[in-house]
């Protein structure tokens, strides 16, 4: 009997990241593989959601059918891990591949482009050491003609750690793993410099030590998520390809009491034994499970009303946010994407005027049948009335993202909701509640694209 593969993943799983998956195990197992037309449907009984979608839409003699299922890491968690076996996986089960994927290219972010993702191949090595590990670019804007040091160097990092590449274009010549740890001391060291006022990472090697540069502080605490990923992936590499002795992190920033014994930093220090100079580094027991089911995220609604318009309705997605995932572009009536900006005004932000934030919807859909844009604020439903308050707030997005794009649609705001055992909602402000037995309930005033998609899959689903 053929097995299945399983996506189990802690995002709003894309059709095309899903076809490009697909294409990679077939590719690596040398099956073949037709793919039509991708969709990602919500698997009902009796009417009740399963919290399991089936993918459809392709052809495979070695794969019966393929799943999707939302997780939710302990900590620093790949957003895709895919198994191939018939059972629904377990977090004993290895798979097959540990997927980060992200839309960011070096144009917009050097650091978020590659560095911050780079602690996640770190961790995953204490759970996964077998499992194949890749960094998947989904760009949806240009690639950066020229890359920067920044990204060659994180690059070459990713790939000497056996991570990799897909979904990008790279210079063979110029993206190759690297062979010595004085190649990487010098590559890094003769990079352009930070700006001033800035601690740049730098490494230093000595007897019986390498010293490496690096700010951690951020916020008041270990939690300089670029740099956590930079130092990290440094670190690892150095010890893969043979530095036996002492790694310690300089200039960090850091007080004794922001060294907390559950900060993913910390537990990678403890694997890696990496020190923090002038700090004594807890030891951090890791998490027994690199991952659990979630069954209790508010994103279990929005991304579950996300598919089912897409897939039962005339309409889909302009712009998501779901809580906990990679937020998304804004899709203009053109179909480009276009990123947000975090303020109206950044100069007036900067001076100390936070009404300067702009606000930002979990969800917006589009109904192309009526011409209704819905904003949609996810939430758990003990926080219902939050959700509610915060719909309040989304004049600015509408002001300059909605309005300008879509002049001639009406705007309308609602809360989708996930959790609890309620069979009714009461407040017109809720659109959507799917609860913790898996029923699907729509608001008094849910709008008709919500109703439409929900009586579309109810029927699909009919015996």
């Not at 003990?382 to 959700?387: P, Y």
Request: proline share 3%; aromatic share 12%.
């Amino acid at each position: 009997m053929s097995k299945n593969l399983w996506f189990l993943t802690e995002e709003r799983s894309k059709k095309e990241v899903i076809a490009t998956i697909f294409q990679k195990f077939a590719k690596d197992n040398g099956f073949a593989i037709f793919i039509d037309t991708i969709r990602i449907l919500p698997i009902l009984s009796k009417g009740k959601f399963t919290f399991t979608y089936e993918v459809t839409g392709f052809r495979c003699n070695q794969v019966e059918k393929v799943f999707v299922k939302t997780v939710s890491g302990n900590s620093s968690f790949t957003d895709f891990l895919i198994f191939y076996q018939e059972k629904e996986p377990t977090s004993k089960d290895t798979p097959i591949y540990a997927i980060e994927e992200t839309k960011t290219d070096d144009k917009e972010s050097r650091n978020t482009g590659v560095y911050q993702r780079c602690s996640k191949f770190v961790f995953i090595e204490n759970y996964y050491p077998k499992t194949k590990k890749i960094m998947l670019y989904n760009l949806q804007v240009e690639q950066k003609e020229k890359p920067t040091e920044t990204y060659i160097f994180g690059t070459r990092l990713l790939l000497t750690l056996g991570v990799e590449i897909l979904g990008k274009k790279l210079d063979g010549k110029i993206f190759v793993p690297f062979k010595t740890i004085d190649e990487i001391i010098d590559f890094k060291n003769n990079m352009r410099k930070a700006p001033a006022g800035n601690v740049p990472i730098l490494l230093k090697k000595m007897e019986g030590k390498i010293q490496i540069s690096g700010r951690l502080y951020k916020s008041g605490g270990l939690s300089h998520d670029p740099n956590i990923g930079a130092l990290s992936i440094i670190s690892a590499v150095l010890r893969k390809l043979g530095w036996k002795d002492k790694i310690e992190i300089t200039q960090h920033g850091l007080e004794q009491n922001n060294v907390g014994a559950t900060n993913k930093f910390v537990q990678i220090a403890n694997k890696l034994d990496i020190s923090l100079e002038k700090l004594i580094l807890p030891k951090a027991a890791m998490n027994a499970n690199y991952w659990k089911y979630d069954i209790e995220g508010e994103k279990l609604g929005t991304i579950f009303i996300h598919l089912v318009v897409e897939n039962f309705a005339n309409g889909m997605s302009i712009f998501e946010n779901h809580a906990g995932c990679e937020k998304g572009y804004f899709i203009t009536a053109k179909g480009e994407p276009i990123p947000l900006a975090k303020y109206t005004d950044r100069v007036k932000y900067k001076a100390g005027d936070k009404s300067q934030i702009i606000n930002i919807p979990d969800l917006v859909l589009i109904d192309l049948s009526n011409k209704i844009i819905i904003d949609i604020e996810g939430k758990k439903y003990q926080f219902r009335n939050n959700g509610i308050k915060e719909l309040a707030g989304y004049d600015a997005f509408d002001k300059i993202y909605n309005k300008p794009n879509y002049p001639n649609y009406k705007i309308t705001r609602t809360v989708v909701l996930y959790g609890s055992q309620e069979g009714k909602i009461v407040e017109i402000e809720i659109g959507f509640l799917l609860n913790e037995n898996g029923k699907l309930i729509l608001g008094v005033k849910a709008p008709k694209l919500f109703q439409e998609a929900i009586r579309n899959l109810l029927d699909f689903w009919k015996n």
